[in-house]
């Protein structure tokens, strides 16, 4: 991928295909943060858009004190509690699982044999259905922390808590999600 520095400065001169590009690689980031807070699936497509346009108008001011990703990911958490806010909807705490299919290319790529890629494609699935149930801020802390791999330093930025918060709702939260997968499956189960 292009660096971070390159890319911005050819989206502030115009360039639609550097934006493109940009909007590709930083659009697991936002997802994650967004259906992990907003429960309307059209909701959640027009707010994901509206925080690309908010990141494209104000990306002549991102001044490298912080990560891009960082920056980004502040943008879209301020964007759905705003839009939480303004809405007064529940919070987002059922996640459906979009990437269910394998392609033998995907499997032949990584090496891995058809049977190891299903197995862990399942049970990323139940691990994943089971991050859905957490609590909407347990379950974006480990989205942040464990699919974006942040710090606890730039997750602390992001949700504006002390970082010694969002190291204890880690451990809450992976204690929960231990709990919730023991209880709700056999090894046989996540198998199916």
């Given at each position: 991928m292009?660096?971070?520095?390159?890319?911005?400065?050819?989206?502030?001169?115009?360039?639609k295909?550097?934006?493109?590009c940009?909007?590709?690689?930083?659009q697991?980031l936002v997802?994650?943060?967004v259906f992990r807070?907003?429960r309307n699936e059209?909701?959640r497509?027009d707010i994901?858009?509206?925080?690309?346009i908010k990141?494209y108008?104000?990306?002549?001011?991102f001044?490298?004190d912080s990560?891009l990703?960082?920056?980004?990911a502040?943008?879209a958490?301020?964007?759905?509690?705003h839009?939480l806010e303004?809405?007064?909807?529940p919070?987002?705490?059922?996640?459906?699982?979009?990437?269910?299919?394998?392609?033998?290319?995907?499997v032949?790529?990584t090496?891995?044999?058809?049977?190891d890629a299903?197995?862990?494609?399942?049970i990323?699935r139940?691990?994943?259905k089971?991050?859905?149930n957490?609590p909407h801020l347990?379950?974006?802390?480990v989205?942040l922390?464990?699919?974006?791999?942040?710090s606890?330093?730039e997750i602390?930025?992001?949700?504006?808590?002390?970082?010694?918060?969002?190291?204890?709702?880690?451990?809450?939260?992976r204690k929960q999600?231990?709990?919730?997968l023991?209880?709700t499956?056999?090894l046989?189960d996540?198998?199916?």
């Amino acid at each position: 991928m292009e660096d971070d520095k390159k890319l911005i400065a050819r989206i502030l001169c115009g360039e639609k295909e550097a934006f493109t590009c940009f909007v590709k690689k930083y659009q697991k980031l936002v997802s994650h943060v967004v259906f992990r807070l907003v429960r309307n699936e059209t909701d959640r497509e027009d707010i994901c858009q509206d925080i690309f346009i908010k990141i494209y108008r104000n990306l002549g001011t991102f001044r490298y004190d912080s990560k891009l990703s960082t920056w980004i990911a502040s943008i879209a958490h301020n964007t759905c509690l705003h839009y939480l806010e303004k809405k007064r909807v529940p919070l987002y705490e059922d996640l459906t699982d979009t990437e269910t299919t394998l392609s033998i290319e995907q499997v032949a790529e990584t090496g891995r044999t058809i049977i190891d890629a299903v197995i862990s494609r399942d049970i990323g699935r139940c691990v994943r259905k089971e991050i859905d149930n957490l609590p909407h801020l347990l379950g974006l802390l480990v989205a942040l922390y464990h699919l974006e791999e942040m710090s606890y330093e730039e997750i602390a930025g992001i949700t504006r808590l002390p970082m010694g918060t969002v190291k204890s709702y880690l451990y809450r939260a992976r204690k929960q999600l231990k709990t919730q997968l023991m209880n709700t499956y056999l090894l046989e189960d996540i198998w199916q």
